[in-house]
């Protein structure tokens, strides 16, 4: 039974260490206003970036891919799960180690008040809990 709660505490140690993304930057962007930063992919016969020349900056690839185990998770160890009502949020009470609810943005205060205690109640992390919750300063 500790094999599990081992292997999350490798995968967390592992979200904070390899989870950050490279920004792949357009060949010679930094050099003209007229190149812009996003990425794309360049096509000249005699590229030294599309030809991997050793210095030059390097392009996207599989090598950078996150790793499966780890893509899609929060910093703490979570899945997000959109829920929009009570009822969608019932379905997570058994999962509430695996998932995280994240409340749609359309919902209203009111709606978002209910979700909130109800996740309390089953102890279930809501990751954007004080959204459209703001008291007044009176």
């Known amino acids: 039974m500790a094999q599990p709660v081992a292997q999350l505490e490798n ?6 260490t390899s989870k950050c993304k490279k920004t792949f930057n357009r060949f010679k962007s930094d050099r003209f206003k007229r190149v812009k930063p996003s990425w794309r992919h ?10 991997k020349f050793r210095g030059t900056i390097s392009m996207p690839n599989k090598g950078f891919k996150t790793a499966s185990v780890i893509k899609n998770l929060t910093p703490d160890g979570y899945r997000k799960v959109m829920v929009s009502n009570v009822r969608e949020l019932e379905a997570l009470k058994s ?7 994240e409340i749609r943005h359309g919902v209203g205060a009111k709606k978002r008040i209910e979700i909130v205690s109800k996740a309390d109640e089953y102890n279930i992390v809501v990751t954007n ?10």
Not at 11 to 16: A, M, S, Y
Not at 43 to 49: A, C, E, M, S, T
Not at 95 to 101: G, I, K, M, R, S
């Open 11 to 16: 995968v967390l140690t592992e979200i904070n």
């Open 95 to 101: 999962l509430n180690t695996y998932y995280c609810a």
């Open 42 to 51: 360049p096509r000249g016969i005699d590229n030294r970036v599309r030809r």
């Open 129 to 138: 809990r004080t959204g459209k919750l703001v008291e007044d300063a009176k």
